[in-house]
């Protein structure tokens, strides 16, 4: 174990990095809430429901096994299962033991849930759109596509969190 480094020791942030880190940290605090204000207003789901629901419809078969779904959700095993257990309820997903290892559980999106996926993802682009894409030139989106690899790999190094180049989900 190391000893976190002391005041004299610290790598401190110049004033543009200080500035940078600054612009950041709101972004990564405002933008999830305006996205689940507009998702919980005109969907009546979540942010982080929806991103359960469109990692489920990426998928071929729409199953994800749990640990997997957790990482493609960045979040943890604990609160993906409060949010699958109040998305079954709503009959959105369902659950059940993985025909290869039934010490793991899938889920799966239902017919239902792909139906709220695709009625909610109309707005949900509108808004991503409003409030990132609208403001970047496509050289800026390039870059900050860059940057934010960057960081998750700085974050992540086994980069388990990695999404298809391709992929469309918003």
Known sequence: MTTPPGPDDARWL????????????????????????????????????????AMLSEQ??????????ARLTSGSLSRLSHVVKRLEKQGYVRREASQHDRRHTNAILTDAGLDKIVASAPGHVETVRHLVFDALSPDQSDSLRE???LIR????????????PDSPTV
């Open 14 to 53: 110049s004033t543009a990095e200080n500035l940078t880190w600054l612009r950041l940290s709101e972004v990564m605090i405002r933008l999830p809430a305006a996205l689940d204000a507009q998702l919980t207003r005109d969907a009546g789901i979540s942010f982080y429901e929806y991103m359960v629901l």
């Open 60 to 69: 071929d078969d729409r199953t994800l096994g749990m640990g997997q779904l």
């Open 147 to 149: 940057a934010a690899t």
């Open 153 to 164: 790999h700085q974050i992540d190094p086994s980069d388990e969190w990695k999404l298809a």
